[in-house]
């Protein structure tokens, strides 16, 4: 069934439209979890997936890759899909057998209908997923300006568990509204935690609590504590948007940089 481990193996879909960074972010995990010594890069023509002449050729993936890693005990496969529309009935049959996906998409709000098949397919499949916007470093606009633009074309609502720090035009980390912590991005290494800025913590305040009201759509406890000014334990919290996520009744949104190895 979707969203159950067959096997004590979880197997995971990144899907999207091509360019979105599918393979950048499948290296960037491979990375992440020691299964492979180096941060393997599509653009030079490092990566481990993609790795085929015609892929090579045309600088985007033309199979379906297949990635297998051990992260805290756990077991995970990836399967890279093709987000070229030539290539996308293997994709689909691929997706079908994953327990979770994972929607790459652009910070650009202009692409987001790019997104729109995979959303769709997932949506009828009945696959839990969340969306990963890649490339956060380039985004210039208001990550809620891509929820507004991306939620019109997903059944679920978008529940955005983060909020991005801006150090002039640039994003320079971000707020996990679940944990209550900020991170900022450091270049090869793994985020620093920090204190959330002053001038973000009204900002945080008014998020956290959407996400929250989000939530308590589909939890009386929740829906109770809210009303009472009772503040959720982070374990509630944090159970409450696993269970979304699982019974596809609500849309995480996390954001990052591939290539950087940020998220």
């Given at each position: 069934m979707p969203g159950t481990a067959a096997n004590g193996t979880r197997a995971i879909a990144l899907v999207g439209p091509a360019g979105a960074g599918k393979t950048s972010l499948a290296e960037a995990m491979l990375f992440a979890a020691g299964a492979t010594d180096r941060l393997g890069s599509t653009a030079n023509g490092s990566s481990i997936g993609d790795s085929s002449p015609e892929a090579r050729q045309r600088g985007g993936s033309t199979e379906v890759n297949l990635y297998n890693f051990k992260y805290l005990d756990d077991e995970y496969a990836l399967i890279d899909v093709p987000g070229s529309i030539g290539f996308a009935a293997d994709?689909?049959?691929?997706?079908?057998?994953?327990?979770?996906?994972?929607?790459?998409?652009?910070?650009?709000?202009?692409?987001?209908?790019?997104?729109?098949p995979a959303l769709r397919m997932l949506d009828e499949l009945g696959i839990p997923h969340l969306i990963y916007v890649n490339r956060i470093d380039q985004a210039h606009g208001r990550i809620r300006d891509l929820l507004t633009a991306l939620q019109p074309m997903s059944v679920s609502p978008l529940i955005a568990r983060q909020i991005p720090i801006w150090d002039g035009e640039k994003v320079s980390g971000f707020v996990d509204l679940a944990l209550e912590y900020a991170f900022k991005y450091r270049a090869g290494q793994e985020s620093e935690r920090i204190d959330?800025?002053?001038?973000?913590?009204?900002?945080?305040?008014?998020?956290?609590?959407?996400?929250?009201?989000?939530?308590?759509?589909?939890?009386?406890?929740?829906?109770?504590?809210?009303?009472?000014?009772?503040?959720?334990?982070?374990?509630?919290?944090?159970?409450?948007?696993?269970?979304?996520?699982?019974?596809?009744?609500?849309?995480?949104?996390?954001?990052?940089?591939?290539?950087?190895?940020?998220?």
């Open positions: 994709g689909a049959r691929a997706v079908a057998a994953a327990d979770l996906a994972i929607v790459v998409v652009d910070p650009d709000p202009a692409r987001a209908p790019l997104a729109a959330i800025p002053a001038d973000l913590q009204s900002r945080e305040i008014e998020a956290r609590t959407h996400m929250l009201e989000q939530l308590a759509d589909h939890d009386d406890e929740l829906l109770e504590q809210l009303l009472m000014d009772e503040t959720p334990s982070r374990e509630k919290v944090l159970k409450d948007l696993a269970r979304e996520t699982g019974e596809n009744i609500g849309v995480s949104v996390l954001f990052g940089c591939a290539t950087s190895s940020w998220a």
